[in-house]
């Protein structure tokens, strides 16, 4: 008689392919239990929890679904399919850290996984690094043939570096891929009209209101076309076409109405529409942290004071500027204080290039200890340029400055002076100091009330969200502002103050007063700054468009109900600066 023959064995990976289709067969409830008590027979076998992952996303079980893929990248941790799956799913809950971390882990070990090059390029769009999302996207282009969300993508990235006539012919490419765009159309037709193309914006505007008239993206973008062609009333009546739908609680269409009625002059329904925005905007992310901010800048009076920087700047060489490249023009202030019409006038002369809002200087801080070779953290980190032959490392901030600078194509031929008007630059003016101690700093100054005003109305992430909260933001704004009084008590700045109320009022004057600061003759086109074809990349895009006006100085009167909270803490500022309430 035989032996009766072996039972045929069965191996990890027929399992896994017994319970998918087991899965894929209706019993689903059967295929995920057999699956999770296989995570216990075999916890190290990728293969487990990549069927496990994939089963808990399908049936929508998310966080499950990303405890699979963590254990999957446990047992596989140079899979990059493990990295990118999980990025992916991180990406979708909104964990932008670790989607970071794994996207950037994915990439080094397959530098041709479009995935991975797709999240980076998305991450750097959402943090307004432009040039690094532009570099992703158009590897991602190399490695996939074109799509309708990509070269949008692209576009936007290119728009927002400035680079509006490529950014045009993406948008254009885009379209042909995918006529029904519509989201990737209103982004082209807002771009178009940022830069005054009014006829191409309400061209592309009637495209997507014929394949979607009630989107809302599509109404809020007529409202605005409407309010920048001086028709309040008629933005208005088209917001209220949305009647109401779930669209009256997006932030953009609460933003938009609180333009409008602020131009109608409907003062406390504007005000409650902008809260009404910040309010949707703020539950979003982290919020300000007042202590974080606060202790910053004590260490930061306690680092750059007279008697600790005299070593520093004994053992630093000598800067050299002629026959040197492009120098830099600060143009420092809070956001909303002025600073982008500041630039507007002085781009507008034939040897000045705009910079605008250049994050070097911010990185640098960064890169603070490890370009002084320092174990202290910034800005602790600087005093160490005191040390006997470390003081040549500020050349290698001045180089690494510049040569961003002329990466990102500010620096135009023939023009000696490029303007930064990097928002909040001023909390680092110990580090332009020693590293651009000649430079010109124009300090952009404005009614504080008006700032905070402004700063509320508008969605910005600079000063740590400050301007989330009219409070946070007027805290900030006392902050920064005891900052600039103690470095220009301790520091030699080559310092100019500038008031926005002045240069709108009567122009010619204090126009000539910045060209003579900085060294330049004045030329008749800085008071003709309107007609500069250059588009600003800032929320101050529209007014700088336009020839100079009043209506916002002290536009806080309007809403001094609503401003009370705030009075005792800008008071000093409001006080010390010459203004009234």
Request: net charge negative; proline share 6%.
């Amino acid at each position: 008689m035989l032996p009766p023959e072996p039972a045929p064995v069965v191996t990890v990976e027929q399992l896994i392919a017994q319970c998918l289709a087991q899965y894929e067969s209706a019993d689903r409830a059967g295929a995920l239990t057999r699956l999770q008590a296989m995570t216990t027979a075999y916890p190290d076998h990728p293969g487990v929890w990549e069927a496990l992952a994939r089963v808990l996303r399908h049936a929508g079980c998310r966080e499950e679904a990303v405890v699979a893929l963590r254990q999957w990248v446990v047992s596989a941790p140079d899979s990059h399919d493990a990295h990118t799956d999980l990025a992916g799913l991180l990406h979708e809950l909104g964990n932008k850290v670790d989607v970071e971390y794994h996207a950037r882990r994915a990439l080094a070990l397959n530098p041709l996984n479009a995935q991975a090059h797709n999240l980076l390029g998305m991450l750097a769009l959402d943090d307004l690094r432009a040039e690094e999302a532009e570099f992703h996207f158009r590897q991602l282009l190399l490695l996939h043939e074109p799509l309708a969300p990509l070269c949008a993508n692209l576009a936007t990235a290119l728009q927002r570096q400035g680079k509006l006539d490529e950014a045009a012919a993406i948008f254009s490419q885009m379209l042909e891929l995918d006529p029904a765009n519509v989201d990737g159309c209103i982004s082209w037709a807002r771009m178009e009209e940022a830069r005054r193309n009014f006829s191409r914006a309400w061209e592309l505007l009637a495209h997507a209101e014929r394949i979607a008239p009630l989107r809302p993206n599509v109404v809020i973008a007529r409202a605005v076309l409407l309010r920048r062609e001086k028709q309040p009333e008629a933005a208005l009546a088209v917001l209220d076409t949305l009647g109401k739908s779930s669209a009256r609680l997006m932030p953009d269409y609460l933003r938009e109405r609180g333009e409008v009625l602020d131009r109608l002059g409907r003062y406390p329904e504007a005000f409650a529409a902008y809260s009404q925005a910040k309010a949707l905007i703020h539950a979003n992310r982290p919020g300000y942290d007042a202590a974080a901010q606060q202790q910053l800048a004590v260490r930061l009076k306690q680092v750059f004071t007279r008697h600790r920087m005299a070593p520093v700047l004994l053992n630093l060489p000598a800067v050299q500027t002629t026959g040197t490249a492009a120098q830099p023009l600060f143009i420092i202030g809070f956001p909303r204080s002025g600073t982008t019409l500041t630039e507007q006038i002085l781009a507008s002369h034939p040897q000045i290039s705009a910079g605008d809002e250049l994050d070097f200087i911010h990185r640098l801080s960064l890169l603070g200890s490890h370009l002084c070779a320092s174990p202290q953290p910034y800005p602790e980190c600087m005093l160490d340029l005191a040390r006997p032959g470390n003081g040549a490392a500020i050349e290698t901030f001045r180089h690494y400055y510049l040569c961003n600078a002329q990466l990102a194509g500010v620096i135009e031929p023939g023009r000696d002076l490029f303007t930064d008007k990097m928002p909040l630059n001023e909390v680092n003016l110990g580090l332009i100091y020693l590293a651009f101690p000649q430079a010109p700093i124009v300090h952009l100054l404005r009614h504080p009330l008006d700032v905070v005003l402004s700063t509320f109305f508008t969605d910005l992430s600079h000063g740590g969200h400050c301007g989330d909260e009219l409070v946070s933001a007027a805290q900030h704004y006392a902050l920064a502002f005891d900052l600039i009084q103690h470095y220009r008590r301790e520091l030699d700045l080559n310092y100019l103050a500038v008031r926005y109320e002045d240069l709108v009022t009567d122009p010619e004057p204090h126009v000539r007063r910045l060209l003579d600061f900085i060294g330049k003759p004045f030329d008749a086109r800085c008071l003709a700054f309107h007609e500069n074809t250059r588009t600003a990349r800032t929320a101050s895009y529209a007014q700088v468009s336009e020839k100079l006006y009043t209506r916002s100085r002290y536009r806080y009167r309007n809403y001094l109900p609503q401003l009370e909270a705030v009075l005792p803490i800008l008071r000093p500022a409001i006080e010390q600066l010459g203004y009234e309430v």
